[in-house]
């Protein structure tokens, strides 16, 4: 049924550093064509909340099928989702928040004169604004989602019923999403060429390398025994490793000075954990809610409130980015050792 790894055991090649480079190499390939979407009919905040959040969680998705195909543990895909979450909007921002700062004020020089040039930079401070009061909605849905989850998990887990809220607000969300962008285009006149259907293809070549690696790592995890890398801790340590790809992306974005694609980035690949994996997986199984659920969530609606506040302002300060990481502490030494 999957012939990469037999041609990976035929090689001799099996092992638990071939199958973390699979999925480095599958997470980055899809990458390395999302920044090509930006000239493909797709605006950077477009990017980041309709498209890379699909690439970026879709390790997320995939651990949830794995999960349900294998009869693992419904609860690590709760917490997997947890410590995505709340990983991307305080480690993961706060870092490349104190490393170079995040501002997404528009940099339009003034230095050049003439109507053109007032009308260019007219057109980027408008671009900024609109990019702002998008990421605002997009956190606004964030504080909105896991509100609700908090609300349904009150009763100690997440049932079939449940399950379904939490899918059709997703659903609801993106076809706002989609709908948002078409909109967009039709008043560029913009439309999806074939390039953009070519890096669809290398997406999804790229999310066969995810599920692949996925797939191995769970299986050689749930063998381990002793230490922390154990069956008990897979939620966690799949969590974290599916974060690294939003770290990639987050680092070098900031680096690129693309503030815009770092948050929408982040704050939309939220969307994909809570509510559709959350979701999703208390259809097939009820999820019972771990000790430190009730505290993840806490964490993550404060982190979305500082967010929505910085993102108003324009800027999240290099100063800003310590307390995030503090708070990414507090979450681990609760749900680790608490």
């Given at each position: 049924m999957n012939p990469l790894p037999e041609i990976i055991d035929t090689l001799g090649f099996t092992s638990v550093w071939t199958y973390l480079g699979l999925f480095l190499g599958a997470s980055l390939l899809m990458i390395w064509r999302l920044e090509a979407l930006l000239d493909h009919g797709l605006e950077g905040t477009a990017l980041g909340t309709l498209v890379?959040?699909?690439?970026s969680g879709l390790g997320n998705l995939i651990f949830v099928y794995i999960i349900a195909a294998r009869h693992g543990p419904a609860k690590e895909v709760l917490t997997n989702c947890l410590v995505n979450n709340v990983t991307n909007l305080t480690l993961v921002l706060g870092l490349p928040a104190v490393v170079w700062g995040l501002s997404l004020r528009s940099e339009a020089k003034g230095k050049k004169s003439g109507k053109a040039a007032a009308g260019k930079r007219?057109?980027?401070e408008t671009t900024q604004r609109l990019n702002r009061l998008s990421l605002l909605l997009t956190l606004a849905a964030v504080l909105f989602f896991t509100g609700v989850t908090w609300a349904l998990g009150r009763d100690g887990r997440l049932d079939r019923n449940d399950g379904l809220v939490l899918v059709a607000l997703f659903v609801f969300w993106q076809c706002?999403?989609?709908f948002d962008v078409l909109k967009?285009?039709?008043?560029?006149?913009?439309?999806?060429?074939?390039?953009?259907?070519f890096d669809v293809l290398v997406v999804l070549a790229g999310a066969y390398g995810l599920?692949?690696?996925?797939?191995?790592?769970?299986?050689?995890?749930?063998?381990q025994q002793g230490g922390f890398l154990n069956a008990g801790h897979l939620g966690w340590l799949s969590g974290w490793l599916m974060v690294l790809?939003?770290?990639l992306i987050a680092f070098y974005y900031a680096a690129k000075n693309r503030a815009d694609i770092v948050y929408a980035s982040q704050v939309g690949d939220g969307h994909i954990c809570i509510p559709l994996c959350l979701g999703l997986s208390a259809i097939w199984q009820p999820l019972p809610t771990p000790a430190f659920f009730a505290t993840g969530l806490l964490i993550l609606m404060g982190a979305t409130v500082i967010h929505l506040v910085c993102v108003s302002a324009g800027l999240l300060p290099r100063w800003m980015g310590w307390p995030l990481v503090a708070a990414?502490?507090?979450?681990?030494?609760t749900g680790l050792l608490g």
């Open positions: 890379m959040p699909y690439c007219a057109a980027a706002f999403q989609v967009h285009n039709i008043r560029r006149r913009a439309s999806f060429g074939l390039m953009f259907y599920y692949v690696s996925i797939d191995w790592l769970v299986a050689w995890l749930s063998g790809p939003n770290a990414y502490a507090w979450f681990v030494g």
